[in-house]
């Protein structure tokens, strides 16, 4: 186990400690068709600043755009920097995300560490329910866990988990349910729902993905945009 933690380590497979890196700030589109979220924090165990922004369109649930950055800076800079160098800002104008309308999130989940623990999230043959007010009533919000296999390259990592993907429902609606798991997700064992944010019957919803860290799972953000019937 301790060669094979000195190898990850040297290779840069994993973080050099637990990650949950915060979601800073949600945006839509003002007809919501296209929905922004930035996400920022220091890089555990180095202390590096990291910043990312994704784009979704909330009909086709696609991602339209990613961009990243990394360095010895706070990472409320790396954020700016994001959001305010070409070609960002004619693409966020363009998909009406410049200002775009922000609301505060309708959930967003607490966790009694600062640092996530396998204990935080839902396994293979586990389901967690949610009830969140997206309009006048709370619905239900269910996430279920299932095995599907993967080409894990460090099983031993995983708490004694199996690798799992999920289905995602909104009030009876599917909006989301893995066939087979991505390569970003192929060491994934459990996961979580953290946030949702709505404008109108469009949605993100932030699912934490579990994966082995250096002593202990990372949760990693899935951004699942839809329109709710």
């Known amino acids: 186990m301790r060669r094979l933690l000195a ?3 040297t290779s840069g497979a994993v973080a050099l400690a637990n990650e949950r890196l915060p979601v800073d700030h949600v945006r839509f589109s003002w007809n919501g068709g296209h929905v922004l979220v930035l996400t920022s924090g220091l890089r555990d165990g180095s202390g ?3 910043a990312s922004l994704h784009v979704l369109n909330t009909s086709s649930g696609t991602a339209v ?3 990243t950055r990394s360095a010895d800076l706070p990472p ?7 959001l305010t160098t070409p ?3 004619a693409r966020l104008n363009a998909w009406g995300l410049r200002p775009g309308r922000v609301h505060p999130a309708r959930f967003n989940r607490s966790y009694p560490t600062p640092y996530p623990r396998w204990s935080d999230a839902a396994l293979s043959g586990q389901s967690q329910q949610t ?5 006048t009533q709370p619905v239900p919000v269910s996430l279920d866990v299932y095995t599907l296999p993967s080409s894990c390259p460090y099983p031993d990592m995983l708490g004694g988990a199996v690798l799992a993907g999920f289905r995602l429902s909104v009030n009876g609606q599917v909006v989301f349910q893995d066939a087979a798991l991505p390569g970003d997700r192929r ?3 459990g996961y979580t729902l ?3 944010d709505v404008q109108g019957n469009r949605a993100l919803l932030t699912v934490r993905a579990y994966v082995p860290g250096f002593e202990g799972p990372d949760a990693e953000p899935v951004f699942i945009a839809v329109t709710l019937n």
């Open 7 to 9: 190898l990850l380590l």
């Open 48 to 50: 590096v600043g990291t």
């Open 65 to 67: 755009y990613h961009g």
């Open 76 to 82: 409320s800079t790396l954020r700016a920097a994001l």
């Open 87 to 89: 070609p960002t800002p």
């Open 131 to 135: 009830f969140v007010r997206l309009w």
């Open 187 to 189: 060491c994934a064992a």
């Open 194 to 196: 953290e946030r949702v």
